[in-house]
């Protein structure tokens, strides 16, 4: 009766000859895989023409472990004629048995030195794993394949066509176990398997496709380490704490107030299953809230290992091996902690992925294997945050196994003024540069910091060019990101004043109304310039809720259905992180569907009516083309506020105190002043944005306008919308 332990002749060893002690452990590991090959060998009956083959199979292994002179020349198999060659044959291989009985014999006796890298480190992980020893010793035969080419070579051409039940009669024959000691080291609930250390793969296959260790455990398992500890770095590390804040994390406050007390009950009952899925767009902080999550529950967060130490990147099987013996180890300590997984778009393949083939024996696939993964998400001991850039591809089976999913987008203005404000301190920026920097709605907090830590190291040297820098750098990872450089808010070259404001609502009452109950849809129309845009940004800063600004440009897409999605997205996220979505142009989204000449023209107004009819916060469209709008979309606005031209005494009087703040100086005739008066007052067209262009033109030419050259500007813009006049009458 075999015993289950560690073979016997592998016990700690000296080594008499001198030798590099890497060329001690190559000796080793090549003594075993001759006594794993000389055992298959002698096992093995067959022809003459067979045993002629083994002549060299068994010269290459004693060339292996150097005893060239014992080899085997092509004389021991000379040709006879009649039955004489048949006993020859039977005694040149009994002859040939004997002399590899006798090799085996020698290297059992010798014995090979258990404490190389590889057996120590295998038995270590048997010893904190709970291998067996079965286990183990399958292990290290499979990864002496790829260490020791002869064995690979000579193993495939005699494994051939496994299936199942021959790769564990192979097996069996090489340790010297029994089979069904072999066959319970490779059930799909073993150790192995359910720790990624091997997939056994279906079909006919030799050997070594047969069965698959995972990827880089090889190279781990040859390095010497020093403790266990040492060893298990390779699968994982502690992550280091975050400078964010949950107060950066605001506009998530609501999924924040659910993974909390999930996550502290999951960790006190040390419930098994539990895993977060957090996706969304790379940059966007995703990681740092596993972190922030991490540090107010006060307990550690590891992740898991995406390179090995040479830092190549480890693929997706060998990083859930990682997972697997991470979950393991963590899961015996007292305080287990939470495990980060980075980049899980990558494990996990998608929907028509050829990891789901049927494996044959009734015996699973491994790491691709649906089963196999999905086992993983429902039995995990430690709680794992999943982060993924991207989740389209994931198949709903996964999906639906996530216990609770967080999507991070882009940020709210006010969210995103405090990171700029974080990672911008001690700058030597201007509050103006930082109000430009926040109203680019597509940087990330990466971006952000990452300009705000290269314009700090140039600071020293060039502490004038601070801002220049960091644009520079933002500049540059937009392009290379293919993001759009457009502020989310227009600059605002006048101030917003009511005065200056001409509406058929009263504006006071408006604002009012909405602090007390923040909900409802306007449609702000009129002339451009007339105020549309500069009211919503006002009531954004009265009301001090976030302002979300879409143009329809930015929800247009080429590909039909896309911007659907588009519209869909933009009220989801406003919904989720609330405040105010100002659409501008929205025209374009809602002209009259009894015009339409396409489909997808009467979809996207559909879309927007649906979306506009469950949103429950405060929408505002601002259209230049009213009577373009459909007529159904008009019933929608709970308020339709016209804005006009300026009336005569709002335009002398935006005139007087745009003059005076732009260090103008009016007449101090009043005869002249009079007729500045009515010189402004006849331009019935006039809007704050004409205003806005006089100081446009003042910050690039930088000279204080007169009011003369005022009026002409203001003459010019007004004549562009088709206004005309009857004399210029400039004064003199």
């Known amino acids: 009766?075999?015993?289950?332990?560690?073979?016997?002749?592998?016990?700690?060893?000296?080594?008499?000859?001198?030798?590099?002690?890497?060329?001690?452990?190559?000796?080793?590991?090549?003594?075993?895989?001759?006594?794993?090959?000389?055992?298959?060998?002698?096992?093995?009956?067959?022809?003459?023409?067979?045993?002629?083959?083994?002549?060299?199979?068994?010269?290459?292994?004693?060339?292996?472990?150097?005893?060239?002179?014992?080899?085997?020349?092509?004389?021991?198999?000379?040709?006879?004629?009649?039955?004489?060659?048949?006993?020859?044959?039977h005694s040149s291989t009994a002859g040939l048995r004997k002399r590899m009985r006798r090799h085996l014999d020698y290297l059992l006796a010798e014995g090979i030195d258990a404490n190389m890298p590889l057996f120590a480190n295998i038995k270590l992980i048997g010893q904190t794993l709970k291998l067996n020893n079965a286990e183990q010793e399958i292990l290290i035969l499979r990864l002496l394949m790829p260490l020791i080419e002869p064995f690979r070579d000579k193993v495939t051409d005699l494994c051939v066509g496994c299936t199942l039940q021959s790769m564990v009669e192979y097996l069996s024959v090489m340790t010297v176990r029994s089979a069904g000691e072999i066959r319970k080291a490779l059930q799909p609930a073993s150790p192995l398997l359910q720790m990624g250390w091997l997939t056994i793969q279906p079909g006919l296959n030799d050997l070594e496709d047969k069965l698959i260790p995972a990827d880089g455990l090889l190279d781990i398992l040859l390095r010497d380490h020093a403790s266990t500890d040492e060893l298990f770095a390779n699968f994982y590390q502690l992550v280091n704490r975050t400078q964010l804040e949950m107060d950066d994390y605001a506009h998530l406050q609501h999924d924040i107030d659910v993974l909390l007390p999930y996550?502290?009950?999951?960790?006190?009952?040390?419930?098994?299953?539990?895993?977060?899925?957090?996706?969304?767009?790379?940059g966007v902080g995703k990681t740092e809230l596993a972190k922030l999550l991490a540090q107010t529950l006060d307990t550690p967060l590891y992740e898991v290992l995406c390179a090995d130490q040479e830092g190549n990147a480890l693929r997706g099987n060998a990083r859930f091996t990682a997972c697997n013996v991470s979950q393991k180890l963590l899961s015996k300590s007292r305080k287990p902690g939470l495990l980060l997984f980075d980049e899980a778009e990558d494990v996990f393949p998608g929907r028509h992925s050829v990891f789901f083939d049927d494996a044959d024996d009734g015996q699973t696939n491994g790491h691709g294997d649906k089963a196999w993964i999905n086992k993983q998400l429902e039995t995990n001991p430690v709680p794992v945050i999943w982060i993924s850039n991207r989740v389209a591809t994931m198949d709903k089976a996964y999906l639906r196994r996530f216990s609770y999913s967080v999507e991070i987008d882009k940020m709210p203005t006010n969210i995103r003024r405090r990171i700029v404000n974080k990672y911008s301190k001690g700058l030597k920026v201007s509050a103006q540069w930082r109000d430009n920097l926040v109203n680019f709605d597509q940087l990330t907090p990466a971006q952000i910091e990452k300009a705000t830590r290269v314009a700090r190291n140039t600071q020293k040297h060039a502490p004038d060019q601070t801002e220049q820098i960091a644009e520079r750098v933002l500049k540059?990872?937009?392009?290379?990101?293919?993001?759009?450089?457009?502020?989310?808010?227009?600059?605002?070259?006048?101030?917003?004043?009511?005065?200056?404001?001409?509406?058929?609502?009263?504006?006071?009452?408006?604002?009012?109304?909405?602090?007390?109950?923040?909900?409802?849809?306007?449609?702000?129309?009129?002339?451009?310039?007339?105020?549309?845009?500069?009211?919503?940004?006002?009531?954004?800063?009265?009301?001090?809720?976030?302002?979300?600004?879409?143009?329809?440009?930015?929800?247009?897409?080429?590909?039909?259905?896309?911007?659907?999605?588009?519209?869909?997205?933009?009220?989801?996220?406003?919904?989720?992180?609330?405040?105010?979505?100002?659409?501008?142009?929205?025209?374009?989204?809602?002209?009259?569907?009894?015009?339409?000449?396409?489909?997808?023209?009467?979809?996207?107004?559909?879309?927007?009516?649906?979306?506009?009819?469950?949103?429950?916060?405060?929408?505002?469209?601002?259209?230049?083309?009213?009577?373009?709008?459909?007529?159904?979309?008009?019933?929608?606005?709970?308020?339709?506020?016209?804005?006009?031209?300026?009336?005569?005494?709002?335009?002398?009087?935006?005139?007087?105190?745009?003059?005076?703040?732009?260090?103008?100086?009016?007449?101090?005739?009043?005869?002249?002043?009079?007729?500045?008066?009515?010189?402004?007052q006849?331009?019935?067209?006039?809007?704050?944005?004409?205003?806005?262009?006089?100081?446009?033109?003042?910050?690039?030419?930088?000279?204080?306008?007169?009011?003369?050259?005022?009026?002409?500007?203001?003459?010019?813009?007004?004549?562009?919308?088709?206004?005309t006049f009857t004399q210029i009458g400039f004064v003199q």
């Open 1 to 89: 009766m075999i015993k289950n332990s560690f073979p016997t002749f592998m016990r700690p060893t000296r080594s008499t000859r001198r030798r590099s002690a890497k060329r001690q452990q190559f000796d080793a590991y090549q003594r075993l895989a001759a006594i794993y090959l000389l055992r298959l060998v002698l096992n093995m009956s067959g022809s003459l023409k067979q045993i002629r083959s083994l002549r060299f199979i068994m010269n290459d292994i004693l060339s292996l472990i150097e005893l060239s002179e014992c080899q085997i020349s092509e004389g021991d198999f000379e040709d006879n004629e009649g039955d004489k060659k048949n006993t020859l044959a």
């Open 263 to 282: 996550l502290t009950t999951a960790l006190q009952e040390k419930q098994v299953g539990v895993n977060i899925l957090i996706y969304g767009p790379p």
């Open 476 to 680: 540059a990872s937009m392009r290379l990101l293919k993001q759009k450089y457009s502020s989310q808010s227009a600059t605002v070259w006048t101030q917003f004043d009511r005065t200056f404001t001409n509406t058929d609502l009263d504006l006071d009452a408006l604002i009012a109304g909405l602090k007390r109950n923040a909900r409802g849809n306007f449609c702000f129309y009129g002339a451009p310039g007339t105020g549309k845009t500069a009211l919503a940004l006002h009531i954004a800063d009265i009301t001090g809720l976030p302002l979300h600004i879409k143009r329809a440009s930015d929800l247009l897409d080429k590909y039909v259905g896309e911007s659907e999605k588009n519209i869909a997205k933009m009220f989801e996220e406003a919904e989720a992180q609330g405040g105010i979505l100002l659409l501008d142009e929205a025209d374009s989204l809602l002209s009259d569907r009894s015009y339409a000449q396409r489909s997808w023209e009467i979809t996207q107004v559909n879309e927007m009516l649906t979306q506009m009819e469950t949103f429950s916060g405060i929408f505002i469209c601002t259209t230049n083309l009213m009577d373009k709008l459909d007529a159904v979309s008009l019933r929608r606005f709970d308020f339709k506020v016209k804005f006009d031209y300026l009336t005569l005494d709002q335009r002398w009087s935006l005139f007087r105190q745009e003059c005076q703040r732009l260090g103008g100086q009016l007449p101090s005739n009043p005869e002249n002043v009079a007729i500045l008066k009515q010189q402004v």
């Open 682 to 723: 006849r331009l019935s067209k006039l809007t704050p944005g004409d205003f806005a262009v006089v100081s446009r033109q003042v910050a690039v030419l930088g000279v204080i306008p007169q009011p003369e050259r005022m009026i002409q500007v203001l003459e010019h813009e007004c004549k562009a919308k088709g206004e």
